[in-house]
């Protein structure tokens, strides 16, 4: 019997927006023992009072099939979309990324920035933040090469992905 791969997968939930919704969810998902690599959620119909939940995950398709099947039974949710499947989707994700060095590690710190199109936000004479805008794989990429040059901290938003074409959610 072969074993099935494990896939990652990105999910929108479009839910109320309301106390304790993303509690729920959550719940869901660390109630049944299920990992929730990334987690983003903000409001994006104000008049409707409705929020959009991005979720990246990973499963094997049975376990994928089943969060979703069990987020389409939650009372507050009314659509769930799986992005990495149902439709050609775009996916970013924004970093925060502070390193401190000087000399050449500094210039080629700059050097590296400009070539992934990370802006520097702020500077000092011993530091930079930069902003680097991207897919995961791309951010990942722009950590890599800045841990040798004096990788401080940082910060990233998740992933947030819209399905291609005029259609809606």
Known sequence: MSEEKTERHVLAVLVDNEAGVLARVVG???GRGYNIESLTVAEVDQA????RI????AGTPAVIAQIKAQ???LVPVHKVVDLTVQAPSVEREMALVKVAGTGE???EALRLSDAFRARV???????FIFEVTGTPEKIEAFIGLMRPLGL???TRTGVVSIARGPEAM
């Open 121 to 127: 936000i702020d500077t000092t004479h011993t530091s």
């Open 71 to 73: 987020l389409d039974r």
């Open 54 to 57: 991005t979720i990246a995950t």
């Open 28 to 30: 869901l998902f660390s």
């Open 105 to 107: 590690k500094r210039v």
């Open 48 to 51: 409707e009072h409705m929020s």
């Open 152 to 154: 401080v901290d940082v």
